[in-house]
């Protein structure tokens, strides 16, 4: 009768062993790969891998594999519901520090625009009335 690691050969302990690690380490996926990872097209691809694992490879990995998979798709799902817009954020913060203010913060409030309107024009081309030659005698 043969055990579970005599009838792995090298590729299939590399595989276990890169998947132990995922499932060990908590890896940081950005937000934009997100909705790479949660469509159909990578659900379906992630059943296939394990059906494939399943019929050319040992059973424990195939079932070790569904079970890294799904908890790596958990563990990205909960970056999905905590994501929140960037403006949402800002102005629920803007109307947490102005609880006791009087003025009324406007849902549109854009805070760069206002800044960026407040800047006044500087004229950095060089001519003779920007220039100031000093003297170092």
């Known amino acids: 009768m043969k055990t ?41 691809g992630f059943f296939l891998i394990t059906i494939l694992l399943f ?12 079970v890294v998979i799904s908890l790596f798709l958990f563990r990205t799902s909960k970056l999905i519901l905590n994501d929140k817009p960037k403006e949402e954020v800002k102005y629920n913060y803007m109307k947490k520090l102005n609880k006791n203010s009087n003025k009324k913060i406007n849902r549109d409030f854009n805070l760069e625009n206002t800044i960026i309107s407040n800047i006044t024009n500087v004229d950095n081309t060089p001519n003779k009335s920007n220039i100031y030659v000093k003297n170092c005698s």
């Open 55 to 66: 019929l050319y490879s040992n059973p424990f990995l195939a079932i070790f594999y569904s």
């Open 4 to 44: 579970v690691v005599n009838s792995l050969n090298i590729i299939q302990i590399f595989f276990f062993l890169i998947l132990f690690y995922i499932l060990l380490v908590d890896i940081n996926i950005d937000y934009e790969y997100i909705p790479y990872i949660h469509n159909i097209f990578s659900y379906i």
